[in-house]
């Protein structure tokens, strides 16, 4: 690659990210050099000009994708260099190209393809007819045609047809009219879906879109990949409707095809050529343009339901943790009985058992007299309840034994904790080596218990994926989710910091310049030479060199070493500075971190020097202030009503506490313990309008809800966040709706609340959200 074109590309990511070329170039020369995301972002900001976690994640995203491209137009550039036919003003439209999209463009009439009919018509001598017609556009082009009839072309049709085939290839061919065929099909185009002939019971649950019209440009994810996924499974026909109501011959685009072939006129030339350039839109270019457009519509929506998934699972993995308490973890079960776990302050497994409350054995008392045995054995302080089948049956069971503990002292807090991904850790490799001698269905409880104690630690050992607080995960780039998944993982574990002594492989593995390999080593190490007094020791584990413990030290503590700044997310490589820092307060580095006031008095501009800029001295002087402080909030939970236990008990009106479990642009999902979440629809987020979900609420919040509407058949909840007063003047508000502005001709409308304010906030959602 070039110098310029690293720096065109530079400048592109710049203008994209808000920065600087020189913040972008100095990023990238990090990111070549081995530097992680979190590692940049944390400690290179004097280099980066501040770059955050974010910018710098699209930047790396984007970066790939201009390499790729500039990797394409070489070859492009050599393909037609090749072919003897690369012109001056051709390279300098292929360097212009800016999307894979325009260069493949251009490429089209160049690139190498199998034998087409326009190429069996050149070789049966029909390019100087189509040429004829075009120079001779008062003569009659059957007459022309004539002159063309051999052997190989039997008769003027098959002449014609030839010539027609031959035009349209080039119009097929021309970038130009494809770049602005693309523009207005982007602008007027509508996504249509319709039902298949007798499958109307089949595919009920897609019956929001069995006819159903919207612009492409505006089509949002959510209901974008339930067509998609509706036509797959064979459900739904899905098509793009451009210019629908244009008469033939009328429509722009058929008008753009002709205005390249200058059919004007009204000789015979001119209206043949109308035609052929008619046929060649409705057969070749709108066809063609439709798949493009429609792969685009699936790149979008599941680039934003990467981005919902990704949001979601950053809120999940930095949810509060409960901290280090001996927990219970419970994996409700009706015929196969409840799973118990109990684990100590470290997560450490101390005891096990099943109990058998519910049918068909009925013991209760002797369920309750296990679970008070373990208790008071093990100190119990928190009790996880998994919130699958039987959850609040479960908890029943726990709140009326909680009821019979003699007082006298602090009882345990039960916590109805999300069991999604359990199942799949308790089958995992992870899990088989952590415990070999357990049953599958006793993992889930122990996993249960310990994402109580702490999110972050426990989920790392599931596949990302697995977790379920995605949009229509299984239907998306799986590679490209995977990907933004991982990326999410690292930058919430690296934000937090982890335990050296404490920390799973699992968790180690996600920890800059670290990953599995390495992770292993090092908990081989502490296994077989005690806890790390320092991190400086780290450079005794195999193969773990300078460059891994540059990228992975700062984000390691050690608490209670030799070195009171391994506690700190404080670098080694800046301890001088910090030390110094601490100097100027005229006390010794534990008086500091114990009465960190005194460091308010001093001016960060002070300690700047050639190596370390204002960005780092004010991060030391953060972390002196708060070492080792977690980013993460303080610990509270739902408390969920003891009058509700199953969607039938719902009632609109009712007021109750949940906990947030998804947020999409749509609105948001709640867990208000009737294993069955509520939509809180954006509309009914806040009295204020609300354009992005995310601004109000996130995964993990405990929220206040109001119930709306109760559909026990369908199972949806219908909930508000709204005041009453709000939502009073709503309701009066939406008495007499006005109707949607559809298509110019009226389509039967079943998908219609999504743009109507009286329906209701779950039309075209179904299945929108999968829970594990």
Known sequence: MTPETARRIARTIATEIAATPAQVDAAIALLDGGATVPFVARYRKEATGGLDDTQ???????????????????????????????????????????????LEDIYLPFKPKRRSKAMIARENGLGPLAEAILAQRGSDPAVLAAAYVTEAVPDVKVALEGARD???EGLAENADLLGRLRRHMQKVARLEARLVEGKAVEGAKFSDYFAHSEDWAKAPSHRVLAMLRGRNDGFLSVDLAVDADAPRGESPGEKMAAAELAAHGNGPGDKWLREAASWAWRIKLKTTLTLDLMADLRERAEAEAIRVFARNLKDLLLAAPAGGKATMGLDPGIRTGVKVAVVDGTGKLLATSTVYPFQPKNDLRGAQAEL???????????????????????????????????????????????EAGASVYSASALAAAEFPDLDVSLRGAVSIARRLQDPLAELVKIEPKAIGVGQYQHDVDQHRLGRSLEAVVEDAVN????????????????????????????????????????????????????????????????????????ASSVHPEAYDLARKIVAACGRDLRAVMAEPGVLRALDPRDFIDERFGLPTVK?????????????????KTATFSEEVQDIKDLKPGMMLEGTVTN???????????VHQDGLVHVSQLADAFVKDPHAVVKAGDVVKVRVVEVDVARKRIGLTMKSDSSSAREAVSHRAPQPPRGPSKPLPQSAGPATTASSSPFDALRGAFKRD
């Open 56 to 102: 710098l994640r699209n930047l790396s995203e984007r970066l790939d994708y201009l390499r790729e491209l500039e990797a394409r137009r070489l070859a492009v550039l050599d393909s037609i260099r090749g072919q003897g036919k690369l012109t001056a003003d051709l390279e300098a439209g292929i360097g212009k190209a800016a999307t894979k999209a325009e």
């Open 166 to 168: 031959i035009l349209a």
């Open 372 to 418: 008070a045995l373990l208790i008071r054995k093990h100190g119990v302080g928190l009790i996880a309840i998994g919130n699958g089948t039987a959850s609040r049956e479960t908890e029943k069971l726990v709140a009326d034994l909680l009821a019979l503990l003699p007082g006298g002292g602090p009882k345990p807090v039960k916590v109805i904790v999300s």
């Open 495 to 566: 934000a937090v910091g982890v335990d050296l002594n404490t920390a799973s492989s699992a968790l180690l593995a996600r920890v800059s310049g670290v990953g599995p390999g390495l992770a292993e080593a090092i908990v081989a190490h502490r296994d077989a030479n005690g806890r790390f007094t320092s991190r400086s020791t780290l450079l005794k584990v195999p193969r773990l060199g300078p460059k891994a413990f540059e990228q992975a030290a700062g984000f390691l503590r050690v608490s209670g070493g030799t070195e009171p700044l391994d």
């Open 619 to 635: 991060d030391i002087l953060a972390e002196l202030e708060k070492p080792g402080r977690d980013p993460r909030p303080s610990f």
């Open 663 to 673: 947020v999409a642009a749509f609105g948001a999902f709640v867990d208000i313990g």
